[in-house]
């Protein structure tokens, strides 16, 4: 595997439903990103991590919970999600947060409904 | 005001038109302007990366940054139906709407 890999790229749950997205980068990168997008709106940041360490949360609800056990990986949790959070969900990883290194490198994403 | 302005779209030009998008932003400690491309049903994939104010130029991309008017544009000549996608303009971690931009044969 190559670049930055998500699992799964289709996901349809209830709102009482709990489940996780996983994001593993494949490029030697020290920060991870998870990033909402929905349609006619820009990218949406959610949580930053650099170096395992969250450094950012955008004010999310507390039903997205993220979780980075190392530098490759990154798992987004979900609970008692509202039909509004239908979106596509973005993982995008960078040499560091800031600075020269900050071009991102985002997997597919996965399409999440739901019901 | 929004922090990153960009025309939505749709955009649509015949195969070999000069195409420029633009975007506008308010906040002029932004460093670093990205490109990224995003095919439908695709994440994004970097296209242009520039630092501060200049020309950056790759194959039939051009990235300009003019910080002075906070405003970066991306010029694509020859443009090839395979151009066909979202183009989202990047401060840093901030991004554009994204214009759709359609080139047909």
């Known amino acids: 595997e190559t670049g930055v890999t998500q699992t799964p790229r289709h996901l349809v749950m209830g709102m009482t439903n709990k489940k996780s997205l996983k994001c593993e980068q494949h490029?030697?990168?020290?920060?991870m990103y998870w990033y909402k997008q929905s349609a006619k709106k820009p990218l949406e940041l959610m949580f930053v991590?650099?170096?395992?360490?969250?450094?950012e949360n955008n004010s999310v609800p507390s039903r997205f919970s993220p979780e980075c056990p190392n530098s490759s990986h990154l798992f987004l949790h979900l609970h008692t999600l509202q039909p509004e959070d239908s979106a596509l969900y973005l993982c995008?990883?960078?040499?560091?947060?800031?600075?020269?290194?900050?071009?991102?490198?985002f997997g597919p994403g996965t399409r999440l409904t739901v019901l | 005001q929004k922090e990153v302005e960009q025309d939505p779209g749709p955009l649509s030009v015949p195969e070999g038109a000069i195409v420029s998008l633009n975007c506008t932003y308010s906040?002029?400690?932004?460093?670093?302007f990205m490109w990224y491309r995003q095919y439908s049903r695709k994440g994004p994939e970097l296209l242009m990366y520039?630092?501060?104010?200049g020309n950056k130029e790759d194959g039939r991309f051009t990235a300009q940054v003019d910080k002075s008017s906070k405003y970066i544009s991306l010029f694509i000549r020859d443009s090839q139906p395979s151009d066909s996608a979202t183009y989202l303009c990047?401060?840093?971690?901030?991004f554009g709407t994204g214009t759709r931009l359609q080139v047909f044969p």
């Open positions: 995008a990883s960078s040499q560091d947060v800031g600075g020269p290194g900050i071009e991102q490198f």
């Open positions: 906040n002029s400690a932004f460093q670093y």
């Open positions: 490029l030697g990168h020290n920060a």
């Open positions: 990047a401060m840093e971690l901030i």
């Open positions: 991590y650099s170096l395992e360490e969250r450094v």
């Open positions: 520039t630092y501060s104010s």
